[in-house]
T-cell receptor, first 116, second 111 residues
């Protein structure tokens, strides 16, 4: 149980375009989903927290107009990187949790974004 | 500010030995504690969670929690080369849904 999927697993896009990443909880209802970014050889950096049907809560320093998060249902959240630039190239990872599991977070496999 | 500290390593152990990974945290209000394993280029995988003082065992893994000392550890018995990865300690404070992650300890198990 507790499987989280992400799509796509990798994406290459041109500077100035937008990219959407999907995160799905496959076998449980995720009351909360999280979006992280990880640069090479660095730790996870939480970008935002989203609850189904509510606006996302962004961490300090994360531009909410650039990283659009939608949590439309208990099994789906999306992250859209708008007007991407090369410095947005990173490993984006979502996680999901259900209060039934005492806030354990289960991670998706991640999406590697390269902006050229 | 909530902080979670881990030795970055690498921690090198021979195959079959016990690997001991340590983590300290600053927020006394922390309620939930997790260990994640992350292979290079992959996302983290939850391997242990612990919520009360004492030991919790799952197969070759044992998590130990001491809230008075604000200390949590992970023991890996009979270490295997496939255990070579970065181990992340994560802590959740009461009333919060977010986790605070340490920077991780790299474990290298040599055959």
């Amino acid at each position: 149980g507790a499987v989280v999927s992400q799509h796509p697993s990798w994406v290459i896009c041109k500077s100035g375009t937008s990219v959407k990443i999907e995160c799905r909880s496959l076998d449980f209802q995720a009351t909360t989903m999280f979006w992280y970014r990880q640069f090479p050889k660095q730790s996870l950096m939480l970008m935002a927290t989203s609850n189904e049907g509510s606006k996302a809560t962004y961490e300090q320093g994360v531009e909410k107009d650039k990283f659009l998060i939608n949590h439309a249902s208990l099994t789906l959240s999306t992250l859209t990187v708008t007007s991407a630039h090369p410095e947005d190239s990173s490993f984006y990872i979502c996680s999901a949790s259900s209060t039934k599991d005492s806030y354990e977070q289960y991670f998706g496999p991640g999406t590697r974004l390269t902006v050229t | 500010q909530k902080e979670v500290e881990q030795n970055s390593g690498p921690l090198s152990v021979p195959e079959g030995a016990i690997a001991s990974l340590n983590c300290t945290y600053s927020d006394r209000g922390s309620q939930s504690f997790f260990w994640y394993r992350q292979y290079s280029g992959k996302s983290p995988e939850l391997i242990m969670s612990i919520y009360s003082n004492g030991d919790k065992e799952d197969g070759r893994f044992t998590a130990q929690l001491n809230k008075a000392s604000q200390y949590v550890s992970l023991l890996i018995r009979d270490s295997q080369p496939s255990d070579s990865a970065t181990y992340l300690c994560a802590v959740r404070a009461s009333g919060y849904s977010t986790l605070t992650f340490g920077k991780g300890t790299m474990l290298l198990v040599s055959p």
